[in-house]
T-cell receptor, first 115, second 109 residues
Framework: DAMVIQNPRYQVTQFGKPVTLSCSQT?????MYWYQQKSSQAPKLLFH???????NEADTPDNFQSRRPNTSFCFLDIRSPGLGDAAMYLC??????????????FGPGTRLLVL | GQSLEQPSEVTAVEGAIVQINCTYQ??????LSWYQQHDGGAPTFLSY????GLEETGRFSSFLSRSDSYGYLLLQELQMKDSASYFC??????????FGKGTKLSVKP
């Protein structure tokens, strides 16, 4: 089945220790998104890739970076995690054109714990 | 800027009908989506309205009035499995989503 995959599902890191979260997709969608969701809050868009074009939200901290080496993979790098970065990180994909372009397909998320 | 307002919690009983309202303010409007998210799970797409009117998908329907900047999600014949958070979201110019804060629906027996 075509899907969005996130690994790992749970990630524990230490305060200040760089961490990378991974997302892959078999949907061949050209747009990929990273959201941060804290408990009982709405998902908040961090950035997205429109093909290889990177789009950063204005209020996304510099501590968060992203890479998209090819259509299928996208990575979220947190350079120096703080306690406030503990959250669920959701990857999503969509088409930019054609049918169902309004639909975003979410991965299961990676829950990050910062000690 | 963009903002969305929806109730924080709604409680209903099995078999009932519930309506979750959403009002929005946006600098440009491309459509209103609804997503369902169970505790610990990922958001899943329910519906999308770009034009005024009602869209029906099984037990779920979604309505949009662009002139009122208002939409709602209607859930019929509620089941226990419908207990979840429901988010309305507006679509930005690049396809990105701006989510409301979510409505936690609790379905009681």
């Amino acid at each position: 089945d075509a899907m969005v995959i996130q690994n790992p599902r749970y990630q524990v890191t230490q305060f200040g220790k760089p961490v990378t979260l991974s997302c892959s997709q078999t949907l061949n969608h050209n747009v990929m998104y990273w959201y941060q969701q804290k408990s009982s809050q709405a998902p908040k868009l961090l950035f997205h890739y429109y093909d290889k074009d990177f789009n950063n939200e204005a209020d996304t901290p510099d501590n968060f970076q992203s890479r998209r080496p090819n259509t299928s993979f996208c990575f979220l790098d947190i350079r120096s995690p703080g306690l406030g970065d503990a959250a669920m990180y959701l990857c999503a994909t969509s088409r930019s054109t054609g049918p169902n372009q309004e639909t975003q397909y979410f991965g299961p998320g990676t829950r990050l714990l910062v000690l | 800027g963009q903002s969305l307002e929806q109730p924080s919690e709604v409680t209903a009983v099995e078999g009932a009908i519930v309506q979750i309202n959403c009002t929005y303010q946006t600098s440009g409007f491309y459509g209103l989506s609804w997503y369902q998210q169970h505790d610990g799970g990922a958001p899943t797409f329910l519906s999308y309205n770009a034009l005024d009117g009602l869209e029906e998908t099984g037990r779920f329907s979604s309505f949009l009035s662009r002139s009122d900047s208002y939409g709602y999600l209607l859930l019929q014949e509620l089941q226990m499995k419908d207990s979840a958070s429901y988010f309305c979201a507006v679509r930005g110019s690049q396809g990105n989503l701006i989510f409301g804060k979510g409505t936690k629906l609790s379905v009681k027996p």
